[in-house]
Antibody
Framework: EVQLVESGGGVVRPGGSLRLSCAASGFTFDDYAMSWVRQVPGKGLEWVSNINWNGSKTGYADSVKGRFTISRDTAKDSLYLQMNSLRAEDTAFYHC??????????????WGQGILVTVSS | QSVLTQPPSASGTPGQRVTISCSGRSSNIGNNTVSWYQHLPGTAPKLLIYSNDERPSGVPDRFSGSKSGTSASLAISGLQSEDEANYYCAAWDDSLNGPVFGGGTKLTVL
């Protein structure tokens, strides 16, 4: 069974940093591209970033470009999101999601439950 | 403001058929495939439809998708109480170079 479990969320002050992790199991991690998608409470889903199967290609939403960095560790079957210079508008539930293949995702076939990040003074 | 446009709400009675629309433009729906997701707050979103009209294994055939031009639709027939959830459409956007989502439609089963 495919499982994606996020961790590392919490409360951080504006301008601060946080690193999210996503532990993957139940599939061959380096066969798939991975992404982060967030949801502001009460609002819709917003794509944040993606990374291809071997980490050689990454993409970011304009709203986080230059502040967030996505990475992956095949040895640990884990996906990461380093978030710097956090803003109040980054407050959201962050979901880890698996792309349907190794490259640019056309859709996300498995998702994690999400982890809450709150940016507040 | 989401890139893809969905009605904020929809409703139906048990057994009824409901449809949810998703409108985009040539850079997203017009040129790429559409997927649909079911989401209850606090849980993992679930893939319902991919490649416009394909169902993953385990998704009941009560759920169906279609696409025409720059619009897509999700239809749910034989509505059940457990279908009450938020539904999102998504597609890759060539201009933004990333996937885009609709604002979501909250489905209520009366």
């Amino acid at each position: 069974e495919v499982q994606l479990v996020e961790s590392g969320g919490g409360v951080v002050r504006p301008g601060g940093s946080l690193r999210l992790s996503c532990a993957a199991s139940g599939f061959t991690f380096d066969d798939y591209a991975m992404s982060w998608v967030r949801q502001v409470p009460g609002k819709g889903l917003e794509w944040v970033s993606n990374i291809n199967w071997n980490g050689s290609k990454t993409g970011y939403a304009d709203s986080v470009k230059g502040r967030f960095t996505i990475s992956r560790d095949t040895a640990k079957d884990s996906l990461y999101l380093q978030m710097n210079s956090l803003r109040a508008e980054d407050t959201a539930f962050y979901h880890c999601a698996r792309g349907e293949s190794w490259g640019i995702p056309s859709y996300f076939d498995h998702w994690g439950q999400g982890i809450l990040v709150t940016v507040s003074s | 403001q989401s890139v893809l446009t969905q009605p904020p709400s929809a409703s139906g009675t048990p057994g009824q058929r409901v449809t949810i629309s998703c409108s985009g433009r040539s850079s997203n729906i017009g040129n790429n495939t559409v997927s649909w997701y079911q989401h209850l707050p606090g849980t993992a979103p679930k893939l319902l439809i991919y490649s416009n009209d394909e169902r993953p294994s385990g998704v009941p055939d009560r759920f169906s998708g279609s696409k025409s031009g720059t619009s897509a639709s999700l239809a749910i027939s034989g509505l059940q109480s457990e279908d009450e959830a938020n539904y999102y459409c998504a597609a890759w956007d060539d201009s933004l170079n990333g996937p885009v989502f609709g604002g979501g439609t909250k489905l209520t089963v009366l």
